[in-house]
T-cell receptor, first 116, second 114 residues
Framework: AQKITQTQPGMFVQEKEAVTLDCTYD???????LFWYKQPSSGEMIFLIY????DEQNATEGRYSLNFQKARKSANLVISASQLGDSAMYFCAMRGTSDSNYQLIWGAGTKLIIKP | NAGVTQTPKFQVLKTGQSMTLQCAQD?????MSWYRQDPGMGLRLIHYSVGAGITDQGEVPNGYNVSRSTTEDFPLRLLSAAPSQTSVYFC?????????????FGPGTRLTVL
């Protein structure tokens, strides 16, 4: 069965420091995609970054990068130079290909609080 | 471009009442889903649709019905509300069926069942 694990329920980080949010996954699929979403206190889900299992380079989107270590089955989100507006819940999700309808599997999330 | 819209934003029901959560998207996406989000948990899939007239159950379908008569609309019906259905409900849509396809979310409906 596919599974996403986020082991950090909450994190406090000083503003301007870099942040790493952990995500490990379990799948027997050869082809899969990994996603990170941000959920601010207002409640909406915001797509941040995507990594494909066959992508050789780590994905980057502005201040966000995904540290993809395939052998370890980890897909950690790195936020460089954190800002107060980064305070939010962050969810890691995976979509495999063994499910013919390509369902997203979600982790429980990490609550990130940026301290001024 | 409205994206994915949901109504209402908040709702309070009494046990046993029924209601419909509305979801619409204007991106011509074939794939639409309903999730619920409970405290301390990730999103759980309730029902999904891969096109007009086609729906299927997700991980937690009991107590909910869906229909998809048009590409744009995907309403979620609570048949007889129970306190266990107190949650935040998200509707989402995406372009297709490949791993890389990004999912777009509505703003959510916060439902309380007393």
């Amino acid at each position: 069965a596919q599974k996403i694990t986020q082991t950090q329920p909450g994190m406090f980080v000083q503003e301007k420091e870099a942040v790493t949010l952990d995500c490990t996954y379990d799948t027997s699929d050869q082809s899969y995609g990994l996603f990170w979403y941000k959920q601010p206190s207002s409640g909406e889900m915001i797509f941040l970054i995507y990594q494909g299992s066959y992508d050789e380079q780590n994905a980057t989107e502005g201040r966000y990068s995904l540290n993809f270590q395939k052998a370890r089955k980890s897909a950690n989100l790195v936020i460089s130079a954190s800002q107060l507006g980064d305070s939010a819940m962050y969810f890691c999700a995976m979509r495999g290909t063994s499910d013919s309808n390509y369902q997203l599997i979600w982790g429980a999330g990490t609550k990130l609080i940026i301290k001024p | 471009n409205a994206g994915v819209t949901q109504t209402p934003k908040f709702q309070v029901l009494k046990t046993g009442q029924s209601m419909t959560l509305q979801c619409a998207q204007d991106m011509n996406h074939e794939y639409m889903s309903w999730y619920r989000q409970d405290p301390g948990m990730g999103l759980r899939l309730i029902h999904y649709s891969v096109g007009a007239g086609i729906t299927d159950q997700g991980e937690v379908p009991n107590g909910y019905n869906v229909s998809r008569s048009t590409t744009e609309d995907f309403p979620l019906r609570l048949l007889s509300a129970a306190p266990s259905q107190t949650s935040v409900y998200f509707c989402a849509s995406r372009t297709g069926f490949f791993s890389a396809d990004t999912q777009y979310f509505g703003p959510g409906t916060r439902l309380t069942v007393l």
